[in-house]
């Protein structure tokens, strides 16, 4: 039988024909068959052919997983799904902008954090700092955690986009 | 500038361009242009049912006995939700079947007008694809795209929503053979690595069985004659599921019957014993399995199906071909005679005298007796009567359709239509209809229930309106049936609400509709009142009092294994339930 240690964290992508509904397609697919969503992130990416490209991180066992991309690959306007996390090394980024609200040390303290991590200041105010930090999901749950004592408001995350490394595209 | 013709009458064009010769439906105001236009033209002839999950059902029986594609037309809202049924039913099945829609029109989208429903909202999830045309210059190649979805891969229905406005709308015609699509390309022609390293392991198998499936059936005809000449090369036994019957020939020597829950104890103890599956168009489904940790413990398993997503789901294979399972065992039978494969000759015929040692428990047996008829009685005298006719059958959903599939016996595909992924009760007389409609001089029977038969019975006046002399046997025992069997066997035999209180009379029932009554209680006017039915040129309704108190048998109980069958009531009630198996379906 499988373990809970056979479940690993896959990220996916998947090209789709940029027609309505097509995201419901994908949610609804998870939602139905009871898989996980950990991210989702959608755009088009090509719009002379009216292509989007969706990037899923989703957890399962091997078997799931390949079911999950069978029941992708099954939706007509799916064009293709690879699996970044099998099919060679890729790099996946994330964007997150963080609303810290403070004054005195606490203020300086995120600050000198945000610099160690490399985000940006975007917005301030004199009790408050909007700060904007890429990378992967690791890296932003790391600054998230250590942002929370120093007066954390409000977050807002993109979701994971993500690409395989070398000269070949997907498509 | 290319002749501009309004939405509804590109529809008919378009449909006429995919050879549809009929359409099972009913009117309403979003779509009263298509019907106007279907008023003014003969090409197309319309079949108005009473319900518009009889309209679904009634494209699934035309679609699964001509393997061509079945078309509903209904309209906005209540028409659309109606039809839900009958598109998850094809779904499950994968019957291949495209459902106009009528919608509000595309400005009042939103706007919660009257009979206004999210139909691609509603459908998304029990259709293989659905559309919403906003478009009217879209508007052919989307009918033309929706029939190459619901026909093509695994096959399936398919929702085309036609807002009022884009019907009225005037736009140019596009014939099919100018549609492609960008994204959809089903895979048929399978790698023949994977056929190769099958025909090497079945040379080397000592225990073989070839289990199939509906995937034969929806290869085709010609899938099934290859299916058959291959197995009769093997020499290997072989099972089939409830919705292959037929694939290959039931008289056949070498069938050992359905195999699943009701399946012959010889065909269930096949599978698990065996060391070498042959998995043909079937998808491993529960009601085959049953445990599956216990499933076919010994054996390798070579998985053949059109869907990729059906492999690996439910149970893990040794060699997975994706591809047409025509085009597969044409490749098979190809490899097996370029390598001069010889099956295992000795390793076989000891596999086969276990086997009939197993076909001796006779374990579809039951005690007739002269005072009342027993259900397994009443088809096996159907069967006799109407083998040798050119007939079509279905049926309902409950114990009637497993001692259907139990003892009719199939010579033939496209024969044998039933709900089986779905289970959907009320299924086989509207079915019936969409058989008779596409075979109007052949013998088309609905074994039913009771219960089954009283959730779609309006569709009796489809009948009397278009004159399909269909022939509806109920199997009466005053029960729902296979409801009350498990609460006999699981629940202490506290028959909560499964009586079938208040029948009405069936033979005037059948009267009203102009229908010939029928009824029989005793065995020996059994044959006669069969006879009467099916020489009958009219709709009959045959109501067939049957011991109320009969079970079907052989019975895997839920969550247990292959070789843990009940044969019968003296292997008493709830054995072998575990906890487990209490809480599956």
Sequence with gaps: MMTQQDIRTHTIAVLVDNEAGVLARVIGLFSGRGYNIESLTVAEVDTAEHLSRITLVTSGTPMVIEQIKAQLGRLVPVRMVADLTVEGPAVSREL???????????????????????????????????????????????????????????????????????????? | MSEQLSGAEIILKALVDQGVDVI????????????????????????????????????????????????????????????????????????????????????????DAFQEADTTGITRQCTKHNYLVKDSDKLARTIHEAFLVAATGRPGPVVVDLPKDILMGKAPYIPASRVKHRSYKPQVKADIKAIEQAVELMGKAQRPVFYIGGGVVNSGPNACKLLTSFVRSTGFPITSTLMGLGAYPASDQQFLGMLGMHGTYEANMTMHDCDLMICIGARFDDRVTGRLDAFA????????????????????VDVPIVGDVAHVIEDMIRVWKAKQVRPAQKAIAAWWSTIDGWKARNCLAYKATDSTIKPQQAIQRLYALAKDRDTYITTEVGQHQMWA?????????????????LGTMGYGLPAALGVQVAHPDSLVVDISGEASFMMNMQEMGTAAQYRLPIKVMILNNQYMGMVRQWQELLHGSRYSESYSDALPDFVKLADSFGWLGLTVDSPADLDSAIQTMIDSDKPVLLDVHVDPSENCYPMIPSGAAHNHMLMGPEDGAGAGVSDHGMVLV
């Design chain 2, 297 to 316: 413990p010994g054996s390798k398993k070579i998985h053949v199906d059109i869907d990729p997503s059906s492999i690996n789901k439910n149970v893990a």
């Design chain 2, 405 to 421: 599939a139990q003892f009719y016996k199939f010579e033939e595909p496209n024969r044998w239509m039933t709900s089986g992924g």
């Design chain 2, 24 to 111: 099972f439906g009913y009117p309403g105001g979003a779509v009263l242009p298509l019907y106007d236009a279907l008023f003014k033209q003969n090409r197309i002839r319309h079949v108005l049912c009473r319900h518009e999950q009889g309209a679904v059902h009634m494209a699934e029986g035309y679609a699964r006995s001509t393997g061509k594609v079945g078309v509903v037309l209904v309209t906005s809202g209540p028409g659309a939700t109606n039809a839900v049924t009958g598109l998850t039913d094809a779904l499950m099945d994968s019957v291949p079947v495209v459902c106009l829609t009528g919608q509000v029109p595309t400005f009042l989208i939103g706007n």
């Design chain 1, 96 to 171: 997150a902008l963080l609303k810290v609200v403070g004054t005195g040390e606490k203020r300086v303290e995120s600050l000198r954090i945000a610099d160690i991590f490399r985000a940006n200041v975007v917005d301030s105010t004199n009790e408050s700092f909007v700060f904007e930090i890429v990378g992967k999901t690791d890296k932003l749950d790391a600054f998230i955690k250590l942002m929370e004592p120093l007066g954390l408001a409000e977050i807002s995350r993109t979701g994971v986009a993500a690409i395989a490394r070398g000269k070949d595209p997907l498509l």
